[in-house]
């Protein structure tokens, strides 16, 4: 016997002996008034199927199969009792751990990330200090080239005028400074 719903989505499949099928239909039935219950691979004809909800409505269908079950003993009974409570004290346990390594891994992974930033941050301040440090270096040695082509500047004009006229003066000053800024070519 296979039992489905009414749109073809598979409940359950059984083997049924011949003597039990009319309960086993009735009982599908009682469940699920719209299923589609195949026999043999054959679907249950609709006559079978009105007939068993009007008895089911009626209250003429045969009860639901029940299988008696016998009295257990009080040692059995103490002894499942104690089974359930250690299963349910492992369960809570299992929870709790679970709960904590969870707790665990996400504090890991935290300063695992807050480790990461923090070494980002350290980088960027470093590369920083380096930047900077180039910027003063290439400044110096501006300077320094400004101050030689200066110096350069005032040497090719006080040099040649001093040794003429005995010492440098104002105007040499001047031309060094101007040949120096402006960039004369002349030697």
């Known amino acids: 016997m296979v039992v489905s719903t009414a749109c073809g989505d598979f409940v359950t499949e059984k083997d049924v002996a011949e003597a039990q099928l009319v309960g086993e239909l009735v009982d599908c039935y009682r469940l699920l008034p719209d299923a589609a219950i195949y026999l043999d691979g054959q679907l249950v004809p609709e006559e ?18 029940r299988v008696a079950a016998q009295p257990l003993e009080p ?3 103490k002894e499942y009792g104690e089974v359930l409570a250690q ?7 299992g929870y709790v751990q679970s709960t904590n390594d969870l707790h665990d891994v996400f504090r890991r992974y ?17 590369q920083r200090a380096l930047t900077h440090k180039s910027l003063a270096d290439v400044d110096l040695l501006r300077r320094s080239v400004t101050t ?14 001093a040794i003429q006229e005995g010492g440098p003066t104002l105007t040499d ?15």
């Open 110 to 126: 935290r300063e695992m990330c807050l480790d990461n930033e923090r070494r980002f941050a350290d980088e960027v301040a470093q």
């Open 75 to 77: 040692e059995k009974l």
């Open 48 to 65: 079978a199927r009105q007939a068993a909800l009007a008895a089911l409505s009626v209250g003429t269908a045969p009860a639901a199969a």
């Open 173 to 187: 000053y001047v031309a060094g400074l101007v040949r120096a800024v402006a960039g004369d070519k002349k030697k």
């Open 148 to 161: 030689t082509q200066l110096l350069n500047g005032f040497a090719s004009e006080v040099r040649p005028r």
């Open 87 to 93: 299963l349910f004290d492992d369960l809570r346990k």
